[in-house]
């Protein structure tokens, strides 16, 4: 595993996603909605956040495991997503966004696919926790090289603080 395939894996797998923030929020169908009212429960998420703390760790298939801390000029930009309830996280660095149902003060995103700079991620799991003003984030997933190299990933306790 060479030193770029590090840093990709760091940078990708905290900004898990699926791709496309252009067009912003779309609706099952794939048609663009204009974003719902978050909702009370999905309202305490809108905004700007950056990583606190978390280790990325990936088991890859070449044998090699890497861990990777988190990014603290990495931001995450969390909005309204189509309905009310829902939000949808989109990551500074790889302009992916996933969108996430929200329920008191946990967010559980539908899994998601992203190819940036030849590495397609594959969310199997990403939950988002609201507690004490901060957020708690455990995901898995799978990275995918264009050479075929491929990581199994997991996160599995980073935290997010608001960004002023």
Known sequence: MTFKKTL???????????????????????????????GQAASQFLGAWHPTAGTT?????DGSTLTNPSDSSDISVITAGCVAEQIVITDS??????TCDVSGT???????A?????????TTSDVYTLTYG???????????????ASC????????YGRTP
């Open 114 to 122: 992203c190819t940036v700079r030849g590495v397609t991620v594959k």
């Open 152 to 159: 199994q990933c997991a996160t599995p306790d980073d935290g």
């Open 8 to 38: 990709l894996i760091a940078s990708m797998f905290l900004g898990l996603a699926a791709c496309d923030p252009e067009s912003g929020p779309s609706n099952a169908d794939g048609s663009a909605c204009a974003g719902a009212d978050a």
């Open 57 to 61: 760790t990936c088991l890859c298939n």
């Open 106 to 112: 946990t967010a559980t995103c539908h899994p998601t």
């Open 134 to 148: 901060e957020i708690r984030e455990t995901g898995g997933g799978v990275e995918t090289f264009s050479d075929g």
């Open 93 to 98: 660095d790889t302009g992916c966004s996933e």
